[in-house]
């Protein structure tokens, strides 16, 4: 079946301006993932979503950063008043959920965001 | 403060050959999950193996091993019989899962990767 996607693959904004970006989960994943990579570096938490909800937004940097899974599938990232700071690659997980073990998360390609 | 740490930024093998990267991170949980993931230039992060922090069995997944030390919090991966296509960024990640009532965390954090060449 279908992987995790990402939609757009490479997205070049101005300081200042709002960015959007979208995670296409595998389906009947109900765990979502949003991690960020900076160059060179591994990838970092950023928020973790269980159905609908965030269960856990730790990770997000400032309250510039919001993300929403409205109907328990697709997650849209949302960055407001975009900084030059915040070029990096995004990228999306999914996983199933269940009482007993850990399953594999499945990443998507990312988001390559570059704000100039 | 959950950390992982690879110390070799960069590493080269001969083809055929084997190579090991190393891996410590650092937790004061018990029961939690390592791994690693393999990022080619196509930015798709791919598992490689995993290893659960109760099992005293390193994992293997064909040319893939581990060597987990639990008590030195060490996870070193090894690659025999090197491949072109093994060439790659290596990250090392480390996941802890909890629900505590009505919170639930699930993160994984990783390293800084190791970047493997293979020399044919």
């Known amino acids: 079946g279908a992987g995790v996607s990402q939609t757009p693959s490479n997205k070049v904004t101005e300081k200042g301006k709002y960015v959007e970006l979208r995670c296409d989960p595998i389906s009947g994943h109900t765990a979502l993932y949003w991690y960020r990579q900076s160059l060179g570096q591994g990838p970092e938490f950023l928020i973790y979503f269980q159905g609908t909800g965030a269960a856990d937004d730790s990770g997000l940097p400032n309250d510039r950063f919001f993300a929403v899974r409205p109907e328990g599938s697709v997650s849209t990232l949302k960055i407001q008043r975009t900084e030059r700071g915040d070029s990096a690659v995004y990228l999306c997980?999914?996983?199933?959920?269940?009482?007993?073990?850990?399953?594999?998360?499945?990443f998507g390609p990312g988001t390559r965001l570059t704000v100039t | 403060a959950q950390t992982v740490t690879q110390s070799q930024p960069e590493m080269s093998v001969q083809e055929a050959e084997t190579v090991t990267l190393s891996c410590t991170y650092d937790t004061s949980e018990s029961d939690y999950y390592l791994f690693w993931y393999k990022q080619p230039p196509s930015r798709q992060m791919i598992l490689v193996i995993r290893q659960e922090a109760y099992k005293q069995q390193n994992a293997t997944e064909n040319r893939f091993s581990v060597n987990f030390q639990k008590a030195a919090k060490s996870f070193s991966l090894k690659i025999s019989d090197s491949q072109l296509g093994d060439a790659a960024m290596y990250f090392c990640a480390y996941r802890v899962l909890a629900t505590l009532f009505k919170t639930s965390y699930d993160k994984v954090i990783f390293g800084p990767g190791t970047s493997l060449s293979v020399i044919p």
């Open positions: 997980a999914s996983s199933l959920t269940g009482t007993v073990g850990v399953y594999e998360q499945y």
